[in-house]
């Protein structure tokens, strides 16, 4: 009687009624037009599946004005975004008595900005990244070092004596040589308006040192190629460009603490170089975001 008993505990415990494996969490991940925002999608997404998500990507959410809407609607759950850029988008959609401050280079401040126009609404964002894709000015690494530059403010021992390369209108802009001789006290020698913000005119001048200083964006790849070093905003004038995850509130916390270190694993020089090794050099991005997130532990 004991041996059949037995038996039947073990074809009890053998049978087909076992209980079914949870199912993973699903997260759509999306990505703006940038190659920069195709490669962090790519960095969200690998690092989302290793921690148990079943993740499906759509890299092809378009511009802000196609994939703010998706997130809202849920067609998507999350998507690699920008502070500033998010922050003026959604307040241009509020009538004009009821638009809190642009943004600006505050970044702390942006950021509140940011959730107060969130608040009302089915998104929430992480905290901004270290990493910014924000027009900034360059120079060479040999001036750099030479005149022990860091901050804008440290161009200022030089008045008089450098070309400034620029995109076109900059004289006239507030947030090109008005802002700079405003805020900062800059002047200089010359300006060259050279087409647009980190065109290759205005890194061709600073390669061939017809101008000193040049106006690009942050992260570009070809700060990395050329060396240039990007100098600290240190008086705010540019506004700012943190990385920063745009996401639905229904995403689970888990799938935001995930998105969130890897954004804060990223820094502005790290985005250039893979900026130069997927634009520059036509590495896979799959791959460069692959070694990323491995050499940061998060894979």
């Given amino acids: 009687m004991l041996v059949v008993l037995a038996v039947l505990l073990v074809a009890g415990c053998t049978g087909d009624d076992q209980p079914a494996a949870t199912p993973q969490p699903k997260v759509i991940v999306g990505a703006g037009l940038s190659a920069e925002q195709q490669i962090i999608a790519r960095m969200y997404g690998q690092a989302l599946s290793k921690a148990g998500f079943d993740v499906t990507m759509k890299l092809d959410a378009g511009a802000r004005t196609a994939y703010v809407p998706a997130l809202e609607r849920g067609d998507l759950d999350v998507v690699p975004d920008y502070l500033a850029p998010v922050t003026d988008y959604l307040r241009a959609g509020l009538p004009v008595a009821h638009r809190p401050p ?112 040049g106006s690009v964006q942050s992260s570009d790849g070809e700060i990395a190629a050329e060396s240039l070093v990007v100098l600290r905003d240190d008086k705010l004038l540019q506004p700012a460009g943190n990385i920063i995850a745009l996401y639905r509130t229904q995403l689970p916390a888990p799938a935001r603490a995930v998105v969130d270190s890897v954004n804060r694993a990223l820094t502005t020089e790290k985005l250039q170089e893979l900026n130069k090794r997927q634009d520059l050099d036509g590495q896979d991005p799959d791959g460069l975001a692959k070694r990323f997130l491995q050499d940061a532990r998060l894979i």
Avoid: M
């Fill in 102 to 213: 642009a943004a600006s280079g505050d970044v702390e401040h942006t950021a509140y900005v940011l959730d107060g126009l969130l608040a009302h609404q089915p998104l929430g964002v992480t905290r901004p990244s270290l990493a910014t894709d924000q027009t900034a000015l360059a120079v060479s690494k040999t001036l750099a070092d030479d005149e022990n530059l860091v901050d804008v403010s440290d161009l200022r021992r030089l008045n008089g004596t450098l070309v400034l390369g620029g995109p076109d209108g900059c004289s006239t802009d507030a947030l090109c040589l008005l802002g700079l001789q405003d805020r900062y006290g800059l002047r200089f020698k010359r300006v060259d308006e050279l087409g647009e913000v980190s065109g290759q005119p205005i890194f061709d001048a600073l390669r061939k040192g017809t101008a000193d200083v």
